[in-house]
């Protein structure tokens, strides 16, 4: 797979501690299907970043298949970006809430 531009490919991975042993990818595309992929990450709000050798590595992955383990440390870097997101997020909403 040649690379693409960060604008040209799109990469979706999903992890859930409950059910799954590693992230998996979940979608996957170049140009028109991944900006489709990006319309949707906006539209639910999930966070999008940019990270053109990783999605060059998991674009090599079939959709539904676990992220092999000598990716697991570059994914790790993604998952604590969006972690710190949601508690960022977290923290906004709650002050939200305190305010009278």
Do not use: T
Request: overall charge negative; proline content about 6%.
């Amino acid at each position: 797979m040649p690379e693409e531009s960060e604008n040209e490919m799109a990469i979706a991975i999903k992890y859930d501690k409950e059910k799954d042993q590693a992230p998996r990818v979940v979608a996957k595309g170049l140009k028109f299907k991944a900006e489709r992929i990006r319309e949707i990450a906006r539209q639910y709000n999930v966070p999008i970043m940019k990270n053109v050798p990783l999605a060059n590595a998991l674009y090599r992955i079939d959709v539904g298949q676990e992220i092999p383990e000598d990716l697991y440390d570059a994914v790790a870097e993604v998952l604590n970006f969006v972690y710190a997101l949601q508690r960022e997020e977290q923290a906004k909403e709650e002050a939200r809430k305190k305010k009278p």
